[in-house]
């Protein structure tokens, strides 16, 4: 079983859980970059989960 992986869009923020990122944002309606920020570790509670610090790291560039 393969399981959804989170995919957050980089211009909105919308987060969707596929797996594969949507081609079009459901939220802006544009083709926008999706960053994977499914988490990997058990410090953001294993695969299902958003990951936290790669959600925070693209909000903080801007
Ligand atoms: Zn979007």
């Known amino acids: 079983m ?3 992986l989170k ?7 919308y987060t969707v859980e596929e797996k594969q990122p ?3 944002c459901p939220a802006c309606k544009q083709k926008c ?18 990951d936290p610090n790669l959600y925070d790291r693209k909000e903080k560039k801007k």
């Open 22 to 24: 949507p081609e079009n």
């Open 33 to 50: 970059k999706f960053a994977n920020v499914t988490c990997y570790t058990p410090d953001c509670g294993g695969p299902g989960n958003i």
């Open 7 to 13: 995919w957050r869009c980089e211009s909105c923020g």
């Open 2 to 4: 393969t399981k959804n």
